[in-house]
């Protein structure tokens, strides 16, 4: 025996229908990039501008395969480093220091460790030193050139040491 649907049965399932609709809406609205992206903004640390760096997050690329890899350039000894600042419209000199230690590893896609005199420190790299930084082995005496930058983040001071220079002793 078949049950027949009455127009207050069907009135029912059409409301759940719709609230479940609206529920659904309001959820993606919530989770649009733009709240995302201001979600990572009072997230200290997360959002300090680096030097000579976008800071726009590009996809990565589809690597292709190679037929040989491109030899790795001598790196250079800089004299002095001019990176513009945040807030002013006058370059600001940062001064090179240079240092050694075992070189612990990547630890992701733009630093890396190396357990210096001081105990382990975190070291940011551009992306074109990745080459360079790929070809060391871990473990190894690494010597390395590095500049400190110190931007507010989240209300406090934060100093990041950006590699120059980096190869294996």
């Known amino acids: 025996m078949q049950k027949k649907t009455t127009y207050r049965t069907h009135r029912s399932k059409m409301t759940l229908l719709l609230a479940l609709m609206l529920i659904l809406i309001v959820s993606a609205a919530c989770s649009s990039n733009k709240d995302n992206e201001n979600n990572a903004a009072s997230d200290p640390g ?3 501008e680096t030097p000579a760096l976008d800071n726009e997050a590009e996809p990565e690329p589809t690597p292709e395969p190679t037929p040989e890899p491109e030899p790795t350039p001598e790196p250079q000894t800089p004299t ?3 990176t513009p600042p945040a807030d002013d419209d006058a370059p600001v000199t940062l001064k090179p220091m240079s240092g050694e230690g075992r070189f612990v590893g990547i630890m992701d ?26 070809a060391i082995a871990e473990d190894a005496q690494v010597a390395f050139t590095y500049v400190e930058m110190t931007q507010e983040a989240g209300g406090e001071q934060v100093t ?3 590699l120059q220079t980096i190869e294996e002793k």
Not at 112 to 131: K, L, N, R, W
């Open 46 to 48: 997360t959002n300090v």
């Open 80 to 82: 002095e480093t001019v």
């Open 109 to 134: 896609t733009h630093s890396v460790e190396i357990e210096t005199a001081d105990g382990p420190t975190a070291f940011q790299y551009e992306d074109a030193m990745t080459g360079t930084i790929d």
């Open 160 to 162: 990041q040491r950006w």
